[in-house]
């Protein structure tokens, strides 16, 4: 279903992939053994939603402001990737989970990058 509400920051790709890509670590987190609720799973959701409340917040400003925000959704892309790897090393999600959430957050970085660089390009 369709929102009768708008917002310009919705048709960006790297936006979509981010929200998606939160939605799939909150999946992941679900199964954590309940010790990690303020350690790990905390972290990693965080970090995950972060990509995409980020681009959000930046969308409306300047370039010079967006870029900032971009830089933080950046940030926190990366940190997904440590989680991601932690995650696997305590065996919460499987290697399979894990290169689908570095395949996920390599697409989305470069994509922040990209965006990036069109910013600075202006």
């Known amino acids: 279903m369709k ?7 919705e048709d960006l790709h790297v ?4 929200i ?3 939605e799939l670590v909150n999946k992941q987190i679900e199964m954590f053994p309940k010790h990690e609720v303020y350690k790990l799973s905390s972290q990693f959701i965080r970090a995950a939603d972060s990509i995409a409340f980020n681009i959000a917040e930046g969308s409306g400003s300047t370039d010079a402001n967006f870029n900032r925000y971009l830089k933080m959704a ?9 989680a991601s790897t932690k995650a696997r090393l305590r065996d919460y999600i499987t290697f399979e989970e894990d290169e689908e959430n570095r395949k996920m ?3 989305i970085s ?3 990058s990209a965006l990036r660089r069109h910013l600075n390009n202006k």
């Open 3 to 9: 929102s009768n509400y708008y917002f310009k920051f």
């Open 110 to 112: 470069k994509m922040i």
């Open 20 to 22: 998606v890509f939160g």
């Open 74 to 82: 950046w940030d926190s892309s990366h940190e997904c990737v440590a």
């Open 15 to 18: 936006y979509q992939k981010a």
């Open 105 to 107: 957050v390599t697409e």
